[in-house]
């Protein structure tokens, strides 16, 4: 069982930066591989970006490519997503998950998540 907690969201003017932060409990974090998804008012829940166990590689939607960044810290049991050149359209609420089998392609398959944080806001103003 892994429990996930995000923080770090927030509201920020557009062009800004905030840095997202997502806890794990439990002993196996290592081995898991980790993604963050956002889902705004109204819209589905989308894919953001992904990282495998140790960090190696890492995934990035489209949308966000060059502007965000994941990284883990192992030895923390915690995942960062960092996130520069915030626009409106970024904002949503942004959950970060974890998969006990691994990265499984780019790591953007919802549901190869296991479990999952609460979320935290992420708003960005014009």
């Known amino acids: 069982q892994v429990q996930l907690v995000e923080s770090g969201g927030g509201l920020v003017q557009a062009g800004g930066s905030l840095r997202l932060s997502c806890a794990a409990s439990g002993r196996t974090f290592s081995n898991y591989a980790m993604g963050w998804f956002r889902q705004a008012p109204g819209k589905e829940r989308e894919f953001v970006a992904a990282?495998?166990?140790?960090?190696?590689?890492?995934y990035y939607a489209d949308s966000v490519k060059g502007r965000f960044t994941i990284s883990r810290d192992n030895a923390k049991n915690t995942v960062y997503l960092q996130m520069n050149s915030l626009k409106p359209e970024d904002t949503a609420v942004y959950y970060c998950?974890?998969?006990?089998?691994?990265?499984?392609?780019?790591?953007?398959?919802?549901?190869?998540?296991?479990?999952w944080g609460q979320g935290t806001q992420v708003t960005v103003s014009s």
């Open positions: 990282i495998s166990w140790s960090g190696g590689r890492t």
């Open positions: 998950a974890a998969d006990r089998d691994g990265l499984y392609s780019s790591g953007s398959y919802s549901y190869r998540y296991d479990y």
